[in-house]
């Protein structure tokens, strides 16, 4: 059902997201789509833009970060990508680099309200889509290709790095894993469990269930041999 969802998602979503990374002349993409002179966005449409926004908070407050496994255009090419990854991060490493999450939406915080989420390439109003995308590159300011070229190394990190962007930069994702503490159902594990990590190893993100960079995307809900891994409202 997961694996269902997220490419039905793409259907809905993958366009947007492409325009957000490769044509958005913002420095904070899918935020400021309502003032965006490229008038062949998806993000353009008012029922569109909204509609996800209002999703997207309902899915935080019931579901916590499960946007991020069940709906993520990026989530899904992250997932994706992490079949091939074997690198194994050090445990000081894994307990230190999903801190820059929060960095990264400092950063993006700063750069929308403080700085006025400036523009940061000319935008490429109309035009075939490839085509464009390679009028932006000739055209974007040095800030526009650094935001854009850090976002592509993470996500080719992931070939190496199972999910390097979702588990270490992207700013929405460390937005919801604020929030996920206080949303009212998610994936748990109880206190039978052994810290045997048959869940961690089940998990594009690495970790157990309820903890950091946990995604509620339920890939861990058949693989504990306590079964100590639930789905619902977990009890105080």
């Known amino acids: 059902m997961n694996r269902i969802v997220l490419w039905g998602s793409l259907l809905f979503l993958g366009e947007w997201g492409m325009y957000g990374l490769f044509r958005c002349p913002f420095i904070v993409p899918f935020v400021s789509c309502r003032n965006c002179p490229i008038i062949t966005c998806p993000g353009r449409v008012a029922s569109f833009f909204w509609g996800f926004w209002g999703i997207w908070l309902v899915i935080a407050v ?43 939406l400092i950063i ?22 490839w085509a464009s ?18 976002v592509l190394v993470f996500l080719a990190a992931g070939i190496m790095i199972s999910a390097a962007w979702c588990r270490f930069a992207c700013p929405f994702g460390g937005v919801l894993e604020l929030f996920k503490r206080f949303s009212l159902f998610r994936v748990y594990k109880t206190d039978a469990c052994t810290h045997c990590d048959a869940c961690r190893r089940a998990c594009y993100m690495r970790t157990r269930p309820d903890e950091t960079n946990c995604t509620n995307c339920g890939d861990c809900l058949n693989t504990c041999p306590h079964d100590c891994i639930h789905i619902g409202r977990k009890k105080a």
Not at 65 to 75: N, T
Not at 108 to 129: C, D, K, M, Y
């Open 108 to 129: 993006a915080l700063w750069a929308w309200f403080i700085v006025g989420q400036p523009r940061t390439n000319i935008p490429i109003r109309v035009g075939e889509f």
């Open 62 to 104: 019931f579901f916590g970060r499960a946007f991020c496994g069940w709906i993520c255009p990026g989530g899904l090419a992250n997932r994706v990508v992490s079949k091939f990854a074997s690198f194994k991060l050090p445990e000081e490493s894994r307990q230190m680099l999903p801190y820059g999450k929060y960095l990264m």
């Open 133 to 150: 995308i390679g009028l932006t590159f000739d055209h974007a300011s040095d800030l526009w290709l650094f935001r854009t070229s850090l």
